[in-house]
């Protein structure tokens, strides 16, 4: 199975799925190497666009995602992953889910979800 | 709230979760046109990369995609969209996940859904 990577520069959108409750954690982009890092460690491995390099998600916090199953789409060109998320969440804003944001009909976005820790005593200011 | 869409010249990737069972359909990209559209008229409106143009999910299959919720993430470069599916299923490969192949650890691709409807029936040769 060739995956597509040339949509996106060499990337491909890897979405985030809690296998036990479904919920949608985050969505990061892969390269070839971090798709082969992920496989082979079992856990999430991305490459970061704006740091230009891979880095395995919960390095800095702990907060691993344990790799549960990989779905491919019928295009090839993403990937779903269903996770045990350990720790309290995976947004470096100190949330289970990074979509902790409702868009309203005109377009304002409201906070939905409770933060589940404190961002700051996790990743100090240099979050991720 | 003023999405990023610089990240990817133009386009965010919009993740589409069924409402219901939290089952992830497909993930599609919007650019702020299509983005406008989606929230103006209640059903899901992609862009389209092959094609140049903007496409309302469902135009030719009738498999409408209605808007429950539209949730943004921490960096404002991602979407996740809660819907009401309607139809069998939203893949042009008869499935009602685009996520019916699951990856082995040594990189095959298995099926591990039942397709749902016949594609050829509903799309033509030409399935979208």
Redesign the interface.
Known sequence: ?ELDFK??DGLI?A?I?DAG????L??GFMNAEACAAT?ASGEVTFFS?SRNKMWRKGEQSGHVLRVR???????VD???IRVDALGPGV???G?RS??????S?S???HV?EERTFDPKAVYGKDAR
Not at 69 to 75: G, L, Q
């Open positions: 199975m949509k996106l959108p979405i799925q409750t479904g919920e949608v985050m969505m496989q666009r199953e990989i779905r491919v789409d019928c295009d993403t990937l779903l947004c470096h804003e949330y990074c979509f902790f944001r409702k868009l009909p377009g304002e976005a939905v």
